[in-house]
């Protein structure tokens, strides 16, 4: 059960990885997410469902390397499995026909981006991409994403493909020469943040995939608790998208740096242990 079934690196600390879930592959649908638990002392990490195979039974996930359970995830090969992938959880996106959706990823959100894109596409609209990194090499699922979209603008923040510049200075380029009914922002929390106020000012619908903190993924814990509309919601549950000109982001940001030194140490002690 669960047996990685493909491996790729999109980058050095990016990996994408097509693993045997038959049940949640038939299941899933754009915005699902499932919780992953690498082995049976390993902590559950939630990952977005970025594409599903229903004739072969497998999901794709796309992992960034950001502390021991990642790197664990991204250690398998082939052949190897996981010991527990439950899913597919959280509310579906709601797709339906707007007219043009401007759907914003940044870096691995791309992932989660993908599955939205396709849905939106299928059901009638006009999709207009804006995809963003650093760097070119970190740019990841642009081939993926061009099939779904009418137009997509790449930018990086160093220049090194598409356009110079942060991801609100290529929205506000897609603003300005064409009528935006609804945008999808997923990425880091501080870009969703600034994507946000840019729609906000333009008075375009948006929703927001959020990236918290979870540990069981049914609501029990409150560990991925959200301010949304000045009230508590749960982002396994209620989640992961939100009206992203109601989220408060200050304080999901403070939430998720609050465990950021424990993570880098635990990372560097499995490191050394392993040299």
Sequence with gaps: MNKVVRKEFFSENVVCLEVEAPRIAKARRAGHFVIVRVDKKGERIPLTISSADVD?????????????????????????????????????????KVGTVLACGGGVGVAPLLPIVEAFKKAGNK??????????????????????????????????????????????????????????????????????????????????????????????????????????????????????????FDEMLLRLNGYKDFEKNAYERYNRMQQ
């Design 56 to 96: 072969k039974g497998t999901i794709t996930l796309v992992v960034q390397r950001v502390g021991v359970t990642s790197k664990k995830l991204t250690d398998l090969e082939p052949g190897e499995c996981v010991a527990d992938l439950v899913g597919p959880l959280g509310q579906a996106t709601d797709v339906k």
């Design 127 to 248: 999709v207009v991409s804006v995809l963003a990194a650093r760097t070119k090499d970190l740019i990841i699922l642009e081939k993926q994403i061009r099939e779904y979209s009418d137009d997509v603008l790449i930018m990086t923040d160093d220049g090194s493909y598409g356009e110079k510049g942060l991801i609100t200075e290529g929205m506000e380029k897609v603003i300005a020469r064409e009528k935006i009914d609804e945008a999808v922002i997923i990425g880091p929390a501080i870009m969703m943040k600034f994507a946000a106020e840019v729609t906000r000012k333009h008075g375009i619908p948006s929703i927001a995939s959020l990236n918290t903190i979870m540990v069981d993924g049914t609501g029990m814990c409150g560990a991925c608790r959200v301010t949304v509309d000045g009230k508590t919601k749960f982002v396994c549950v209620d989640g992961p998208e939100f009206d992203a000109h109601k989220v408060d």
